[in-house]
């Protein structure tokens, strides 16, 4: 074909210009690359429409609303302008060509309780003419309709080798009556990352934390789709981080190029998994998207400040010899189904994903430690029925809540520098949430027995009339 002959030293698009980047062994000049890049975005964003209608039962609702996450960092910023400008195309070309999305948002978390940012920087990025949604972190901490209670971790015990793990916890109000004792939101976001041992657990939990308020936000919006802007690299770092950190029975739902779990409406979508960072950092200066730096835990610091850090550059550092690698990567993965069990499993109290009810026996096969002494503590036992005493010196029950925590999320909590662990409201919430989907559950288990042998009861008005013949 005449179309697809390559002309040595000239865009392999155009064929006329000089090219300008090298993409796969593809020269390209600036306004093909370009070109190219809104193409792929446009193709992996209307593949993803196609998946969520098929799932759809009433084909005739009207598209869904999304929610951009924007951190205003280059591939969140590259996200959103490529979408706004596929929402607006397909806008003007009337009712014969239905826009993927009805509507598209914008969602931010600050993260200036924790870091130094720029005021109004991302505000700008995303521009007036969207609609802006934004969440602070120390949210976390603030009364909900649902929920006044925070989740205090009394004493977390893993034990290799022992039956059970011992995770104890109770509830706190927010409101007390001894007002030197309360504290801002601001106050207990920063003892709780004060707390935590290692960069790699302060990361794990911001995580956590900010996938819950842009979830949460795009609830409120009415949004159905939250998109995400994970890059190839970023996904590919993330595999190996998250293997390390024994992340590996929810890894197929945390960088799927779509998710839907847990089953509550909302679908989590990527559709920056195709770029690699270098094309995104092309992408942006070329076509004018701007973009900020996002401070985190390990900004300056060496590669081997966290986890995160230490993979981000393997990764970066082994692709620059070996252009394949991070293409390959994400594709191995992607190839990944979640197990039956995953997606049948509670959600986690503080990440919200899939608890393994096999993670104590899987460390207990593989940790090497040293061999508890004779004198040492007996084994930890369950905290049903367990009490402990508040600073008045009443009882108060405590809740063992290791069944609710996934792996991960664990090992961060076991290794907290103080005690007295004090949770954010949603890990609250969650408790409570399953304490009343399970009496629910068994409530219709009994009515579902019941039906099935109501027709071999004796009813006790017939009991009494055989009894009067």
């Not at 397909?90 to 005021?119: C, N, R, T």
Request: with cysteine; charged share 25%.
């Amino acid at each position: 074909n005449e179309r697809q002959q390559r002309v040595p030293g000239k865009c392999i698009k155009c064929k006329t210009a000089r090219p300008n980047v090298t993409i796969r062994k593809c020269l390209y000049c600036k306004p093909c690359f370009v070109r190219t890049s809104v193409v792929k975005f446009r193709a992996a964003l209307s593949k993803s429409r196609r998946r969520i209608d098929d799932k759809r039962t009433d084909t005739q609702q009207p598209a869904p609303r999304a929610m951009v996450a924007l951190s205003g960092g280059p591939c969140s910023s590259a996200l959103l302008r490529l979408a706004l400008d596929y929402h607006a195309s397909m806008s003007q070309k009337g009712a014969a060509v239905q826009s993927p999305y009805s509507q598209i948002l914008v969602g931010h978390v600050d993260e200036s309780a924790l870091f130094d940012v720029v005021d109004g920087a991302v505000r700008s990025i995303a521009g007036e003419d969207v609609g802006f949604c934004q969440a602070r972190l120390e949210d976390v901490f603030a009364a909900t309709e649902d929920s006044d209670a925070l989740l205090e971790i009394v004493a977390a015990n893993i034990a290799p080798g022992s039956s059970v793990d011992s995770f104890k916890a109770r509830f706190v109000q927010l409101a007390c009556d001894n007002k030197a004792e309360q504290r801002s939101p601001r106050e207990r976001l920063h003892r709780l990352f004060d707390s935590l041992g290692s960069a790699t657990n302060r990361e794990s939990l911001l995580d956590a934390i900010k996938a819950f308020l842009l979830a949460r936000l795009a609830r409120a919006s009415g949004c159905s789709v939250l998109l995400m802007g994970d890059s190839a690299t970023r996904i590919a770092s993330k595999i190996v981080s998250l293997t390390s950190r024994g992340r590996g029975f929810s890894l197929p739902l945390e960088v799927a190029s779509e998710c839907a779990w847990p089953q509550d409406g909302l679908t989590v979508v990527r559709p920056m998994r195709d770029f690699v960072a270098k094309e995104i950092a092309f992408l942006n200066r070329w076509a004018g998207f701007a973009s900020v730096v996002v401070p985190t835990f390990t900004t300056g610091a060496p590669a081997h400040a966290s986890i995160d850090r230490l993979t981000e550059a393997f990764v970066v550092g082994l692709d620059r010899d070996f252009v394949s690698t991070v293409p390959t990567v994400c594709r191995t993965v992607q190839k990944l189904e979640p197990r039956a069990e995953a997606l049948a499993a509670s959600p986690c109290l503080v990440c919200g994903m899939p608890v393994d009810p096999g993670s104590q026996a899987w460390r207990s096969r593989l940790t090497v430690s040293d061999a508890p002494s004779p004198s040492g503590a007996s084994e930890p036992r369950p905290a049903d029925g367990s009490s402990d005493q508040d600073n008045d010196g009443a009882a108060v029950s405590l809740l063992d809540i290791s069944a609710r925590l996934c792996y991960a999320c664990q090992s961060v909590l076991h290794f907290c520098t103080s005690d007295g662990l004090v949770l954010p409201a949603f890990c609250a919430g969650r408790l409570a949430d399953k304490a009343r989907s399970s009496a629910s559950n068994n409530a219709q288990a009994h009515e579902a027995l019941r039906k099935q042998v109501e027709d071999f009861l004796i009813d006790s008005g017939d009991e009494d009339s055989d009894n009067g013949n």
